[in-house]
């Protein structure tokens, strides 16, 4: 296995020996020593090391404090402050850098030791930590939902593209501003801020609601401490606009139907009333409905007639065409002539026929009625 680099940024060059041979005692590799705070920046970035042991007051312009933050921005290596300063405003300038270690001189080689093994730990931690919130973004991403998690005063930590589109503004700008901003843009609606302020409210909460010109299914989960006390709220949303259009669609239809069948059940009533046979049929010529009389002439029930076609109660003697071939071509709007019948027992039915489209899609008719009346 390689060994860790660790690189020493010391001025003094007495105290920078004594470092880099106890940090090679420790099994490290000292790749170089640098010291100024200019060539510290050089090196991390020529050198590439694993950690830096950083001198604060160094001998140049540029400060160890200084040095490592430019460090960190450029090349994300972790830092440990060595210095002999112990002054608060130092180490209170030195720990907003937020720094990996701070070890005071003169220090033993168990302290430095200890140090450098927190300073990887922690280091691995973080990058740890930033792997699981990178995947947890690509997670929130990876679906069209909108998600936001917000503190219990409203500030948004983290959310995800599709909230952002919605919000009309970048993500970044959007973290660490207050949610409840977006109620007079539409980003959230009054419904989603009133049972977000339910702190005792028994969480997760649905429900659908309508703003800026969409309906959305909205639920909002508490995220708890280990007592039970809520600390976060999560907010998804669905986009359900599409499905309430179809509902209205399909509602409309529904209505469309029932009237359709009423009708249906009048004109049906008044065939079944009929003195006259009368035969409904699809675009090729299929019986689909046959009224009573037309029963009782041919000896055949409502049932046993459908799916035949009309040319299948035809006489051997009969002329006028009937056929599936006659349906599927015809073109006049309306049609009379003899039609030789026969019932279920043979005997031939000498009848007239009048038939006409009833019902066009795209100008090509889908159903026939056909009135037969029997020739005295």
């Not at 010391?10 to 790749?31: L, Q």
């Not at 947890?136 to 219990?152: F, K, S």
Request: proline letters at 3%; charged letters at 30%.
């Amino acid at each position: 296995m390689d060994k860790k680099k660790i690189l020493v940024v010391e001025d003094e060059f007495v105290t920078a020996s004594d470092i880099r041979d106890a940090v090679e005692d420790m099994g490290f590799e000292v790749p170089g020593v640098a010291d100024t705070g200019e060539g510290a920046v050089k090196m991390a970035g020529e050198l590439k090391p694993d950690l830096i042991l950083m001198d604060i007051n160094l001998k140049d312009e540029m400060n160890g404090i200084t040095a490592a933050g430019i460090i960190r921005e450029r090349y994300g290596i972790p830092v440990v402050y060595l210095t002999g300063q112990s002054d608060d405003a130092t180490l209170a300038h030195a720990l907003e850098s937020d720094p990996f270690g701070y070890i005071l001189k003169p220090f033993k080689h168990k302290e430095l030791k200890t140090s450098i093994a927190m300073a990887f730990y922690k280091h691995a931690m973080d990058k740890k930590l930033l792997q699981s919130e990178k995947t947890i973004r690509a997670l929130l991403n990876a679906t069209r939902d909108e998600t936001v998690l917000v503190d219990n005063e409203g500030k948004i930590l983290a959310l995800n593209d599709a909230f952002a589109r919605y919000a009309k503004k970048p993500a970044g700008e959007l973290v660490d501003t207050v949610i409840y901003e977006l109620i007079k843009t539409g980003g959230i609606s009054m419904k989603t801020a009133d049972e977000m302020q339910k702190k005792g409210a028994q969480f997760p909460v649905s429900f659908e609601e309508e703003t800026s010109g969409r309906w959305l299914d909205t639920t909002i989960y508490s995220i708890n401490d280990s007592s039970g006390n809520r600390e976060r709220v999560a907010i998804f949303r669905h986009d359900i606009t599409a499905l309430k259009q179809a509902e209205r669609e399909l509602a409309a239809l529904n209505e469309q139907m029932v009237k359709e069948k009423e009708r249906l059940s009048i004109f049906m009533a008044a065939l079944d009333n009929m003195s006259d046979c009368a035969i409904i049929t699809n675009h090729a010529g299929e019986i689909i409905y046959v009224n009573s009389i037309f029963e009782k002439k041919f000896g055949q029930s409502s049932d046993d007639a459908k799916g035949k076609q009309v040319s299948d109660f035809a006489h051997a003697e009969n002329h006028l065409d009937l056929s599936k071939s006659f349906f599927l071509g015809y073109k006049e709007s309306n049609w009379q002539g003899v039609f030789l019948a026969r019932n279920a027992y043979g005997v031939k039915l000498p009848m007239t026929v009048t038939g006409r489209p009833i019902k066009y899609y795209q100008n090509r008719p889908t159903h026939f009625v056909l009135v037969m009346r029997e020739m005295m």
